[in-house]
C-alpha cells in the first residue's frame, strides 16, 4: 500500500513539475511579447512628442524673431507674475514660527 501511494505521488509530482514549467514558460512568452509591445507604443509616443516640442520651439523662435519687444514684454510679465507668487507664498503664507524666545503681543 504504501509503494502504490509513493509511485502514485512521484507521477503526480512529475506532472505538476511539467505542467507548472510549461505555464512558467507561457507566462514569461506572453510578458515578453506584452513588454515589447508596450516598448514600440512608448518608443512611437516619444518620438511624437519630440516632433511636437520641437514644432513648438521653431514657432517660438520664429514668434520671438518677428516681435522681439513683445516677447520681452511677455517674459517680463510672466517673471513677475512668477515672482509675486513666490513672495506671497514665502511672505503672506500664516504665522512664522516665534524663533526670537520673546512671546508674541497682539495690537488690540
Known sequence: MVELESSYLEEHTM???TNTTDISSLANAANDET?????????SLLESAQEAISGAVEA???????NPVAAA???AGAAAAVGGAVYA?????GDK???SGKTASRKK
Open 73 to 75: 514684454a511677455i517674459a
Open 60 to 66: 517660438t523662435v520664429g514668434a520671438v524673431k518677428e
Open 35 to 43: 513588454g515589447d509591445k508596450a516598448l514600440d507604443t512608448a518608443k
Open 89 to 93: 507664498a514665502s511672505h503672506l503664507g
Open 97 to 99: 514660527p516665534n524663533t
Open 15 to 17: 506532472v505538476t513539475d
